[in-house]
């Protein structure tokens, strides 16, 4: 190679071999299998910028399609960085829907649009779907437009058109009407020259396979003589369709993906994408990327051993150049209020040792797992912030249910009463509630006493005056049931009564099972104060301190959001059957969800630059009752030479808390063997097994009948020091100090 030549591609020096051949493989298929911290954006951004260097191809014969519009601008500035500054013009970079709706301006007539079409938000959709639904007489109470939108999407993730879905391909959704639904909505959409983001795939999809657009496909087929793919395991059906059609002349295609971090099969993503690519394009070149510049070599050795188990990748095997560093660290402790006190703990000593809050994050399976990190770091002062997500009490329906137990304490709060007079919807309108403010403020009353005169009056239509009635009543009841009940058994009871359960139970949106969580993560957190006034007290502080801050803050997020991120520090708390792997993801997906849930461990433990920690809880409250958790079957595969195990005193091998297989024979190994066929739900409030642990500080052995003043009578199922696991007769397990129970006497 000439001297100027050789400077002339010096961007190539930095790269190593695999690194490097990724980029100079310009003929033909190639798939980059890129594992976590491997490159993959310099691949990306040094192959695009060589091809144009070299004279392969100008900007506009390369198609570059990214995931995020971040990720897009961020390549277009290193590739003009690479051509010495100079703007680039004609190109075609962007995100799937970006370059769909532009391809789509452009042919929208052949697909029945005008090129000035409108493209739907959310709120558009959702309401055209709701005036198709009531028009066919669907009850959009029990079928809410988000739920069908949602499957529509799906259809459309999938390039299925109105007239490829089957009658029953929806089952009795909608009462068996969808399939008609969706055929209405499209014609609606039509006839307002629309389409939502769906279409903008679909529409192209469509277009580039029909015959009499035979023209169209080979012009784009001529033009796009390489196409680049970034994160193409995220891939749907409708993206990979659109693509291939687009690269079968040249067949320059190159994907760059992980297949061991595909984690978004809940939104239409297909893993099989990437899994085929060699089918699909025959004679593919397969370039791994396996040197990892983020972690040391025990995080990267964790988390190849975890997802060893996978049985549907291509295979590939991270390593560092690096230090070995600090193993990774398990820790097994008593329940979830410990662990969280010894994150806690370990974050004020990481920062004693000079490490910035703002390279420390938790990273938490379900969003309900918040909580308990959210109060001990406002009640130990340590600033943090909730990325992807609100903060658990300034979620909506945390909001609701707190605003249903100020009302039930304090009748005259008439901002919490406003709140939720119509949620769920009781037929209470405007109307109503302005007729009740209007009567309060000339009476000097609050809106419940104002409530109370006007249903001694014919103020309100018999229908309205009937609901309100009962409202009133319902809440002279709770107020009652205050004396008799714990504060968790009187949440759970207006919750149910209320119909705000139900309300979520009936929506069938993908937020709704996250918010039934949450609601019994916030039920089984009220019972952990004295009264229901220190309830209501303590979350007024909290939502005092929870200003969103800016500087050096903790972050918590769910795995699902930490994807594309990394930390000096990484807390992976909450790995017990049932939570992780989440048991739901399971017992939908069957081994697809396992596999899935597998990769989101191995995407956890690959977040973390220096140290991770693993922790697990061998009790943890679960909507109101005390549970004995098994550990995730994840620890099992974790090896054991790269991992150091602390487990709590008092939860000794022998003790049985772990189901019988960590710590006897140890994790990896016999412990594998150990836990396997033994695997159960999460919940389970047998005493069938209990713990053999010597007698507590207060003289109390499981088995004892003991009594408490407000639980009444239980078994103790184990002890730990001066701490009782009690199976109590009506009130499910709870963690009892043994100085707040006496011996029943026979």
């Not at 070995?324 to 990481?350: M, Y």
């Not at 930490?562 to 017990?576: H, I, R, S």
């Not at 109390?700 to 239980?714: I, N, S, W």
Request: with cysteine; proline share 3%; net charge neutral.
């Amino acid at each position: 190679m000439l001297p100027e030549q050789t400077n002339r591609f010096s961007y190539l020096d930095g790269l190593n071999p695999a690194q490097r051949q990724a980029v100079e493989t310009l003929d033909g298929p190639l798939l980059v299998l890129a594992g976590a911290g491997t490159g993959k954006t310099r691949v990306l951004t040094t192959r695009l910028g060589h091809l144009l260097t070299t004279g392969r191809a100008g900007p506009a014969q390369v198609l570059a399609v990214t995931f995020t519009n971040k990720a897009a601008a961020e390549m277009k500035h290193r590739v003009s960085d690479m051509l010495g500054g100079r703007a680039v013009e004609g190109w075609w970079l962007g995100t799937f829907h970006s370059l769909c709706a532009r391809m789509l301006r452009r042919h929208a007539e052949r697909v029945g649009l005008k090129t000035n079409f409108t493209i739907l938000d959310d709120d558009d959709q959702l309401r055209l779907l709701k005036q198709l639904a009531e028009a066919e007489n669907i009850d959009v109470k029990k079928c809410p437009p988000r739920l069908l939108l949602s499957v529509i999407s799906r259809w459309k993730d999938r390039a299925l058109p109105p007239s490829q879905i089957g009658a029953g391909e929806a089952g009795d959704l909608a009462e068996g009407k969808l399939p008609k639904l969706y055929a209405q909505y499209q014609e609606r959409l039509m006839i307002l020259n629309a389409c939502d983001f769906g279409d903008l795939l679909m529409h192209c999809v469509t277009l580039l396979r029909d015959p009499k657009n035979a023209d169209v496909l080979e012009s784009y087929q001529n033009q796009f003589k390489y196409i680049l793919v970034d994160e193409y395991q995220d891939t749907n059906v409708a993206q990979y369709l659109w693509l291939r059609l687009l690269a079968q002349k040249h067949k320059n295609i190159c994907c760059v993906g992980d297949d061991d971090q595909s984690i978004y099969g809940w939104r239409g993503a297909e893993v099989g994408n990437i899994l085929k690519f060699d089918q699909d394009f025959p004679g593919a070149h397969v370039v791994r990327l396996e040197q990892n510049y983020r972690s040391t070599k025990n995080i990267l050795s964790a988390a190849n051993g975890v997802i060893a188990h996978n049985r549907g990748r291509l295979g590939k095997e991270l390593w560092s150049a690096d230090e070995d560093g600090d193993p990774v660290q398990l820790r097994g402790v008593w329940d979830g209020q410990q662990e969280a006190q010894t994150i806690a703990s370990d974050i004020e000593s990481l920062q004693l040792r000079g490490v910035k809050l703002r390279d420390i994050a938790i990273l938490v399976r379900a969003g309900f797992q918040t909580r308990e990190f959210e109060e001990r770091f406002i009640r130990e002062s340590i600033p943090y912030r909730v990325i992807g997500g609100l903060r658990f009490y300034e979620r909506q329906e945390i909001r609701d249910a707190i605003a249903y137990l100020r009302v039930t304490v304090q009748p005259d709060d008439d901002l919490a009463f406003q709140r939720i007079i119509n949620v769920p919807k009781r037929g209470i309108g405007d109307a109503t509630v302005q007729t009740l403010n209007r009567y309060a403020r000339a009476q000097s009353l609050s809106l419940f006493g104002a409530l109370r005169r006007l249903l001694e009056t014919d103020e309100f239509k018999p229908k309205v005056k009937q609901t309100l009635t009962t409202l009133v009543s319902d809440f002279d009841r709770w107020r009652h049931q205050m004396r008799e009940l714990t504060q968790g058994e009187l949440a759970g009871i207006i919750l149910d009564e209320s119909g705000y359960t139900g309300m979520w139970q009936a929506d069938k949106s993908p937020e709704a099972a996250g918010r039934l969580e949450n609601l019994k993560e916030f039920v089984s957190a009220l019972e952990e104060f004295d009264s229901l006034d220190a309830f209501l007290e303590h979350v007024a502080l909290v939502m005092e301190n929870q200003e969103q801050a800016s500087g050096d803050m903790v972050s918590i997020m769910t795995l699902h959001s930490a994807k594309g991120l990394e930390f000096d520090v990484v807390f992976l708390p909450g790995w017990e059957e049932g939570v992780f792997p989440s048991q739901r993801s399971m017992d939908e997906n069957g081994v697809a969800g396992l596999e899935e849930e597998r990769r989101l461990a191995y995407v956890g433990i690959t977040r973390a630059r220096k140290r991770a920690t693993i922790s697990f809880a061998a009790n943890r409250m679960i909507y109101g009752s005390w549970t004995s958790c098994l550990p995730s079957r994840f620890i099992d595969e974790l090896p054991k030479e790269h991992v150091d195990a602390v487990v709590e005193t008092g939860l000794s091998p022998q003790s049985g808390s772990f189901g019988g297989g960590y710590g006897g024979g140890g994790y990896g190994g016999g412990g594998a063997q150990g836990f396997r066929g033994k695997r159960a739900p999460l919940i389970d409030n047998s005493i069938s097994q209990v713990s053999p642990h010597l007698e507590s500080e207060g003289g109390f052995a499981p088995g004892d009948r003991v009594f408490h003043q407000k639980f009444g009578g239980g078994t103790v199922v184990s002890t730990d020091r001066d701490k009782l696991d009690i199976k109590f007769d009506k009130t499910g397990r709870k963690k009892i100090m043994d100085s707040f129970v006496s011996k029943e006497k026979n």
